[in-house]
């Protein structure tokens, strides 16, 4: 479409390389470009995490997505890797898929700077003894096994609203509803109509559970539907609901940034849970709007018992903060806590510095010695330098905010006298807190892999996602270097401006020895 748009505008193209395996060769080229870019900078780190993901494609096929951190003088950078499908999502092909992926995509001594593996929650992927965080440790048990916060947060969502009654009973309505508009058309038309002559905008239910049946008595249906909707008690557990999932929601947001590190993860679950506990003295904004009321939206509700609610709402706080305190049990213990020395909120005042962090440094070098020596990394240093560290930042007003609190700064302040223990920093900001950047990757994925496109194979499935997640927009793009590595790797030399001519018939001479046949003419 694009070269019939250039030759209308009188472009001369050729047509030597306007076509589809052409089209295909050009992304292939474009990606490796990228590929080149993230291998030489991997290259020159030290320390890199890996963030592994599966998910089905258009195909129904496991495909396996592995994306790679890296930080090198305080500066985070996650790259996609590639893409790779799996016969069969067992622990032992999807190690291999993920290796396979690292060797060609990265290099293939990828382990030995290995500091992290972050993955979901599966048992295939977490197991102890054969899971596929197991198989890709191997021998190296300073490699940390870190299970998605942004998951722990949703199972930890899960199992606090699992038993309660009023939960079960708000969902029961929002099912309902689903159910009643969703499967009819007569109905939703309906309430399209009503929203319209309310002059309110339409919410639509968009999606649930999948309903098993669908009660043929939709007078009685919708009645006691109306009844729970008018109890005064499921309204204000509505709004609490609402408070609770908005502090939660941003909450998830803040773990699935690119650059968050489990620091700052935990730096953010204590403060949502503390907001979340303080509900149960003090209202959020949506139920504090419906506490002194007895209608909502002009329709007089049923009376409340004040009690009860208080009982529904203390329970399900103290159900949540306790399903979250014990999925995030592993992060207030071992390395994960002493790694919260990355995130400047957890430094105190000057006065209280002396003996700061010295017990968490020490327990991380005690853990990462064979990666640091692998590394070239003088641990020995690392707890003199970590002191002089401490004492230059608070001597240039550290703590008054003098200048910008980020690991890049410090770098550039400090690498110079503190290059040891500015490498563990390095070390520990390669950790990524989730598998947030699979998620987004697969997201793109299933628009390039669609139900149309179904049959692209892993390699070009590869190319077409390091181009697009990777390469710069089309107005910041520069193919000159990928210009040059499709040029080197011809086995003979391009001629974009050669087109070949269709005689009546061929001459008996064959073909030239530069490839061409007696009917080729340059332009």
């Not at 748009?5 to 472009?11: A, E, F, H, T």
């Not at 474009?30 to 592994?52: N, P, Q, T, W, Y």
């Not at 396996?64 to 069969?88: I, L």
């Not at 790694?339 to 700061?356: G, I, K, N, V």
């Amino acid at each position: 479409m694009y070269f019939s748009v250039d030759r209308k505008k009188g472009l001369k193209i050729g047509e030597t390389y306007t076509n589809d395996y052409q089209a295909k060769e050009f992304i292939h080229y474009i990606a490796e470009d990228e590929r080149r870019k993230m291998r030489a900078r991997l290259s020159d780190g030290k320390f890199i995490s890996v963030m592994s993901d599966g998910s089905l494609d258009s195909a129904v096929m496991e495909e396996e997505m592995v994306y790679v951190r890296s930080a090198s003088e305080g500066k985070v950078k996650v790259d996609f890797v590639g893409v790779k499908a799996v016969s069969k999502p067992d622990a032992t092909n999807i190690a291999e898929a993920v290796c396979s992926i690292m060797e060609s995509g990265v290099s293939t001594d990828w382990k030995n700077k290995l500091v992290a593996i972050t993955t979901d929650g599966a048992s295939v992927m977490t197991g102890v003894n054969n899971g596929v965080v197991a198989k890709l440790r191997a021998d190296r048990p300073n490699v940390l096994g870190i299970h998605c916060m942004a998951h722990k947060l949703e199972l930890a969502f899960s199992d606090g609203i699992r038993k309660n009654v009023m939960a079960r009973k708000v969902e029961e309505l929002l099912s309902g509803l689903y159910t009643l508009y969703h499967k009819s058309g007569v109905n939703r038309a309906s309430l399209k109509q009503h929203f319209r002559e309310l002059h309110m905008k339409a919410l639509m239910p968009t999606r649930s559970q999948e309903a098993t049946n669908v009660n043929a008595v939709l007078r009685a249906k919708t009645k006691g539907l109306l009844n729970i909707g008018k109890d005064g008690g499921v309204l204000r557990f509505c709004c609490l609901l609402h408070d609770t999932i908005y502090q939660l929601s941003n909450l998830s947001k803040s773990l699935q940034r690119s650059v968050s590190t489990v620091a700052e993860a935990q730096s953010c679950l204590s403060s949502t849970q503390a907001v979340i506990e303080k509900y149960k003295s003090r209202p959020g904004p949506k139920l504090r709007a419906v506490l002194d009321t007895d209608t909502y939206e002009g329709v007089l509700l049923r009376p409340t018992d004040a009690d009860r609610h208080d009982k529904a709402k203390n329970e399900l706080i103290d159900s949540l903060c306790r399903c979250i305190t014990a999925r995030f049990s592993d992060v207030n213990s071992g390395v994960l806590q002493a790694m919260r020395l990355t995130s400047f909120q957890y430094w105190p005042e000057a006065d209280t510095s002396s003996d700061f962090g010295d017990e968490e440094v020490n327990k991380l070098i005690s853990h990462f010695r064979p990666l640091f020596l692998s590394a070239g990394v003088d641990v020995e240093l690392i707890p003199d330098q970590w002191t002089i560290l401490k004492t230059e930042l608070y001597t240039a007003g550290f703590s008054q905010g003098n200048f910008e609190q980020t690991w890049p700064t410090v770098n550039r302040m400090l690498r110079y006298r503190c290059p040891d223990v500015l490498d563990l920093f390095d070390a520990l900001l390669t950790i990524p807190a989730t598998t947030a950047d699979c998620e987004r990757g697969f997201s793109v994925m299933k628009q390039v892999k669609s139900d149309w496109r179904s049959r692209l194979k892993g390699e070009t499935l590869s190319d077409l996602l390091k181009t697009q997640l990777c390469s710069p927009d089309i107005k910041d793009f520069d193919p000159t270097k990928a210009i040059e590595i499709w040029h080197a790797d011809g086995l003979r030399s391009r001629r974009p401006d050669f087109v070949r001519k269709h005689g009546p018939k061929e001459t008996e001479g064959g073909s030239d020895s530069d490839g061409t046949t007696s009917e080729e003419e340059e332009l």
